[in-house]
């Protein structure tokens, strides 16, 4: 998406007639929505972040804080926030930015198209600059794929540009809609092994399904399994697949530390889980010289 284009002139050329249409949130922060047959879904070129995904006349799937921020440099509090080249806190650095740089940079917009003439798809990029290599010094490609058809698909293809290996964790960091955090359960991760970010020490395993009465910041690793949310209220079970990702984060930040937060309201802990398709810890991923790595996942709701 060249930023000399008109908003007009931007739909023109990315534009798909009742499946892809471009608008503006704010000035100068351009906004795709992608209409399938069976569902909806938004797509900021900020942060290359997938805002909602919607299935018509149901409750979103995805979750969005109404205190987001929507300007160049913030995060995004809600959606699919991409995480690259590092998860968390900067290993040796506090001073820069946690959970890197990828979702804080406008993302450019590189092509859009319908699949089968009915299910929209569009693909970002996000390339090394000289600020990112002030951040990090390796040169690096990434494309940023979603795909709305019966489920919606988003994948993160990374390249290594430069000429020697380079090693990162990342993640899609899916935050979804629950109708109350206290009354719904996480299936697909029983007997794996976490670490409680929360509290340190050796690693847990995780016995029968996740349910939450407290702050939850778990990362479990070694694991390649689809996670089921299961949600009585909603009456429906949200499917979350993952693939090229060994670890899965579950987060819900509780009272105490929504109350801390700015773009986040003080009760809206109890409407959102985060199940994030990540490579993190151990799991980090080392990419060799003009080789990619592609993590993926595809979210569907089914009524119960």
């Given at each position: 998406?060249?930023?000399?284009?008109?908003?007009?002139?931007?739909?023109i050329r990315y534009g798909l007639q009742n499946h892809i249409v471009i608008e503006e949130k704010t000035?100068?922060?351009?906004?795709?929505?992608?209409?399938?047959?069976?569902?909806?879904?938004?797509?900021?070129?900020?942060?290359?972040?997938?805002?909602?995904?919607?299935?018509?006349?149901?409750?979103?799937?995805?979750?969005?804080?109404?205190?987001?921020?929507?300007?160049?440099?913030?995060?995004?509090?809600?959606?699919?926030?991409?995480?690259?080249?590092?998860?968390?806190?900067?290993?040796?650095?506090?001073?820069?930015?946690?959970?890197?740089?990828?979702?804080?940079?406008?993302?450019?917009?590189?092509?859009?198209?319908?699949?089968?003439?009915?299910?929209?798809?569009?693909?970002?990029?996000?390339?090394?600059?000289?600020?990112?290599?002030?951040?990090?010094?390796?040169?690096?490609?990434?494309?940023?794929?979603?795909?709305?058809?019966?489920?919606?698909?988003?994948?993160?293809?990374?390249?290594?540009?430069?000429?020697?290996?380079?090693?990162?964790?990342?993640?899609?960091?899916?935050?979804?809609?629950?109708?109350?955090?206290?009354?719904?359960?996480?299936?697909?991760?029983?007997?794996?092994?976490?670490?409680?970010?929360?509290t340190g020490g050796p690693h847990k395993v995780q016995e029968g399904p996740i349910t939450f009465d407290?702050?939850?910041?778990?990362?479990?690793?070694?694991?390649?399994?689809?996670?089921?949310?299961?949600?009585?209220?909603?009456?429906?079970?949200?499917?979350?697949?993952?693939?090229?990702?060994?670890?899965?984060?579950?987060?819900?930040?509780?009272?105490?530390?929504?109350?801390?937060?700015?773009?986040?309201?003080?009760?809206?802990?109890?409407?959102?889980?985060?199940?994030?398709?990540?490579?993190?810890?151990?799991?980090?991923?080392?990419?060799?010289?003009?080789?990619?790595?592609?993590?993926?996942?595809?979210?569907?709701?089914?009524?119960?």
């Amino acid at each position: 998406m060249e930023t000399t284009l008109t908003l007009d002139e931007i739909n023109i050329r990315y534009g798909l007639q009742n499946h892809i249409v471009i608008e503006e949130k704010t000035p100068g922060f351009p906004i795709l929505t992608l209409q399938s047959p069976s569902a909806t879904a938004t797509v900021a070129a900020h942060g290359g972040h997938v805002l909602s995904y919607t299935p018509n006349g149901e409750e979103p799937v995805l979750w969005l804080s109404s205190l987001s921020h929507y300007r160049e440099g913030k995060a995004i509090r809600g959606g699919i926030p991409v995480i690259f080249p590092w998860f968390g806190p900067h290993a040796s650095d506090s001073g820069k930015p946690s959970h890197g740089f990828a979702r804080t940079r406008f993302w450019t917009l590189h092509s859009t198209r319908l699949i089968n003439g009915e299910f929209p798809q569009a693909r970002f990029q996000l390339t090394d600059s000289e600020l990112t290599r002030t951040l990090w010094p390796s040169r690096f490609s990434l494309e940023l794929v979603v795909t709305l058809k019966e489920s919606l698909k988003v994948e993160l293809i990374i390249k290594n540009e430069d000429t020697e290996p380079f090693t990162c964790t990342c993640a899609l960091h899916s935050y979804f809609t629950v109708s109350h955090i206290s009354n719904i359960e996480i299936q697909g991760l029983e007997k794996a092994s976490y670490i409680d970010q929360l509290t340190g020490g050796p690693h847990k395993v995780q016995e029968g399904p996740i349910t939450f009465d407290a702050e939850k910041d778990t990362i479990y690793v070694d694991t390649a399994a689809t996670c089921k949310i299961i949600d009585p209220g909603f009456k429906r079970t949200v499917f979350v697949e993952k693939s090229g990702s060994l670890s899965t984060v579950i987060w819900n930040p509780w009272i105490d530390k929504s109350a801390r937060m700015s773009d986040f309201g003080d009760d809206e802990y109890t409407g959102m889980v985060c199940i994030e398709a990540a490579n993190a810890s151990h799991n980090a991923i080392t990419i060799s010289p003009s080789q990619t790595h592609i993590l993926s996942t595809s979210i569907r709701a089914e009524a119960i």
